[in-house]
């Protein structure tokens, strides 16, 4: 049997990319298709509009009565709705929306005593290598390399730093014994902005229509190493979140990672 998919924000961005690839691989029912009240294509054929073949299933604002697995990209205000959804109707959720507040952080601890979940920054293959190896390359570089993490995305990006840039750092804090957030110093300005040891620079540009470029730099006196990934365009985040979905459907309750999903 094919998991039932519902995608939440399927008319945005990555939505619709997720109910496009969804319907090519074959691999997942979709069951519903779900954006905000008010949005002008509720009513469309949610597949017709993401440029792919009808799967019979029109854009609305109602979740459906039964999915097996959610994957919701859209907006933090919809976090809230749509874990409550998943938790009473025993759905496995996927959730790729960043800018999360603290206080959504710990609801999805709550909710992963209840349905199986997972939460990324960044659902792409070889940026969740990435994760893994920065913290590592810190130690092995040690203390007297600076490291300051750029990110640059579309000027339709809300939130800043990125999801991406803030795991990034949050890996290199776990592992160096750094405070994470304390450490993150965000942009440099003024005529006292001098570099202090052990903080991690945070710097974002919002430009035209990148999809997402990240560097880590470690500097010294001498040497930078820079390790960086380019996303090409958004279909590696939606691959990697029908992995995700696919893999956790019918999982136990409890909060997984991408780590998990990929075996790394
Ligand atoms: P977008 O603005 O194109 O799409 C968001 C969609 O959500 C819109 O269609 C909007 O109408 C809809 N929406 C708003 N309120 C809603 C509600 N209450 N219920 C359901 N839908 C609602 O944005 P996007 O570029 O597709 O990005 C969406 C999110 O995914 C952002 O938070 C972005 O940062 C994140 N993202 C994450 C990853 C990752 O790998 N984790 C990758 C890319 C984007």
Redesign the pocket.
């Known amino acids: 049997m094919k998991p039932k998919l519902v995608v939440?924000?399927?008319?945005?961005?990555?939505?619709r990319r997720i109910v496009a690839l969804a319907a090519q691989s074959g691999d997942f029912e979709l069951a519903g298709a779900?954006?905000?009240a008010g949005?002008p294509d509720l009513g469309k054929d949610a597949a017709l509009l993401a440029g792919a073949e009808s799967m019979g299933v029109v854009l609305s604002?109602e979740h459906p009565k039964a999915a097996d697995v959610m994957i919701d990209?859209?907006?933090?205000?919809?976090t809230d709705?749509?874990v409550e959804y998943c938790i009473k109707n025993n759905v496995a959720l996927v959730l790729?929306?960043?800018?999360l507040s603290d206080e959504q952080n710990a609801m999805l601890d709550a909710a992963a005593k209840k349905i199986p979940l997972i939460q990324?920054?960044?659902?792409?293959v070889g940026m969740n290598v990435l994760f893994g190896l920065v913290g590592k390359v810190a130690v092995m570089l040690g203390g007297d390399y600076d490291i300051e993490i750029t990110e640059a995305h579309h000027r339709?990006?809300?939130?800043s730093p990125?999801?991406?840039a803030l795991s990034l750092a949050e890996k290199i804090a776990e592992e160096t014994g750094r405070d994470f957030p304390g450490c993150l110093v965000h942009g440099r300005e003024g005529k006292d902005a001098l570099r202090t040891e052990g903080t991690i620079g945070m710097h974002a540009i919002r430009a035209g229509d990148i999809t997402?470029e990240h560097s880590v730099v470690y500097g010294t006196l001498g040497e930078t190493v820079t390790i960086s990934h380019s996303a090409h365009n958004?279909d590696n985040?939606v691959r990697?979140?029908l992995r995700a979905a696919k893999w956790l459907t019918g999982k136990e309750p409890g909060r997984y990672s991408m780590n998990d999903v990929l075996g790394l």
Do not use: E, I, W
Not at 8 to 15: E, I, L, P, V
Not at 96 to 99: I, R, S
Not at 156 to 159: A, E, I, L, V, Y
């Open positions: 939440s924000g399927a008319a945005g961005r990555m939505g779900v954006d905000v949005h604002s990209f859209s907006l933090p205000a919809a709705t749509a790729g929306t960043t800018g990324a920054s960044n659902y792409s339709f990006k809300k939130d990125s999801g991406t997402g958004r985040f990697g979140a």
